[in-house]
């Protein structure tokens, strides 16, 4: 940009015209006090335009140092009194959380909105102490509005995912090897079960990863599905799932176990240790960021582990895909990614073929070359996996499969 008070230098003016500039000059400054003490005397004045990012990030600052220090006095007077009691309920959320960290990065302007208001996204990031690594965020609009003599919070955007911190009152349950926050009744269930697998989970996947886990439990379905991430599946007919909370400034991110509501409840006791061992399996072996393993490989052995302390048969846990068996239905093939789709009509088959793929191979290999098939697909194509860890084609392996379904469910 350009500065009209520079250039090339210039003589100085007469006296009388230096005199002059002089009584102008007193009179602009004399002007421009009037204009402050006015401004003064007038302190709830709105401003004639937005906020600028210096204001903006003076009030998330303030927002994020009244949670570290407990000031929930200091953060409602960070937002409209309209926008006090939900605003409320989050602070006493935050304030439940074990945080190592919880602050809003000014990301940039939102919609051009009329004057004394401003739309700004922001970057909501937060450490969990003792189970993230770094900070994980999610980007968010507020709507700022003059009030008060002041830029304060009244409300966010209409199209933003809800955060855990935004549902009902929060229970937080630290257990022995997990971590479970949320609103739903179950949260001190699911951190007992999610302790109890971590060894079955490790007894199988080695002892090179956390080793610890933690879960979202909301009550609301809405919640559960923005937790679970844009490209979540349907959760009306999935029970949990593991995920990834993203990172900032170019980190991995956070592994996540999002408990749907709904289903979880109708799952029988086995039903939900299988679950979430299954789950606690895909956080140890990293498959949410996965994007090599065969899909039948990456959800057969986490069912092969969630069904080690199960004491279910065969063709109980396999009620589908015994039904297409004995209809002489018998795939031809291992399922492909389409197959885990929410919208397959096989997806509770899919999972089945998997888990009994899987569990062929841990009966007649042994866990440890299952597993290190697991890690070598990730790295290799499928074909050269089974062949260098089974010994086998891809169609000889299919073929041996299918005789297996025919022989377990028929």
């Given at each position: ?8 230098p ?30 003064v ?56 959380m ?8 000014f ?60 549902g ?5 349950v ?139 048969g ?8 015994r ?16 197959a ?21 191979i ?7 070359i ?28 299919t ?12």
């Amino acid at each position: 940009m350009s500065d009209p008070g520079r250039g090339a230098p210039r003589p100085a003016p007469p006296a009388s015209r230096r005199t002059g500039a002089l009584a102008a000059g007193l009179c602009v400054v004399l002007a421009l006090l009037g204009a402050a003490a006015f401004a003064v005397l007038r302190p709830g004045a709105a401003p004639s335009g937005a906020p600028g990012e210096d204001a903006v990030g003076a009030l998330l600052e303030r927002r994020a140092a009244a949670v570290a220090r407990g000031d929930r006095a200091a953060f409602l007077d960070t937002v409209t009194p309209a926008l006090r009691a939900p605003e409320g309920r989050v602070f006493d959320n935050l304030r439940r959380m074990p945080l190592d960290a919880w602050r809003e990065r000014f990301a940039g302007f939102g919609d051009v909105a009329p004057s004394g208001e401003a739309s700004v996204r922001v970057t909501v990031r937060h450490r969990l102490r003792g189970f993230d690594r770094a900070e994980t965020g999610r980007e968010r609009t507020l709507r700022l509005t003059w009030h008060d003599g002041g830029w304060r919070v009244s409300g966010s955007g209409a199209g933003d995912d809800p955060e855990i911190w935004d549902g009902g009152p929060l229970r937080v349950v630290t257990g022995a090897a997990s971590l479970v926050i949320g609103d739903a009744p179950e949260v001190a269930e699911i951190s007992r079960r999610l302790d109890a697998a971590e060894p079955v989970v490790t007894s199988v996947t080695g002892r090179g990863w956390a080793r610890t886990s933690v879960a979202l439990a909301p009550a609301r379905p809405a919640v559960a599905r923005a937790l679970a991430g844009s490209s979540s599946p349907d959760l009306t007919r999935i029970a949990a799932l593991a995920t990834v909370a993203p990172g900032v400034d170019g980190g991995r991110g956070a592994d996540r176990v999002v408990v749907s509501p709904g289903t979880f409840t109708r799952l029988t006791a086995t039903g939900r240790d299988v679950v979430l061992t299954h789950e606690l399996t895909h956080v140890a072996l990293d498959a949410a960021r996965d994007t090599r393993t065969p899909m039948w490989l990456i959800e057969g052995l986490a069912d092969h582990v969630g069904y080690k302390r199960a004491n279910l048969g065969v063709r109980e846990a396999a009620a589908e895909l015994r039904a297409d068996v004995r209809a002489g239905r018998v795939p031809s093939a291992l399922p492909d990614a389409a197959a885990f789709s929410a919208s397959s009509d096989r997806l509770t088959q899919a999972y089945q073929e998997s888990w009994l793929a899987c569990r062929m191979i841990a009966r007649d290999h042994g866990e440890k070359i299952l597993l290190h098939l697991y890690r070598t697909a990730g790295r290799t194509s499928e074909s050269a996996a089974l062949r260098s860890t089974l010994g086998l084609s891809l169609s000889r392996f299919t073929a041996q499969w299918r005789t297996e379904l025919r022989r377990e469910l028929g």
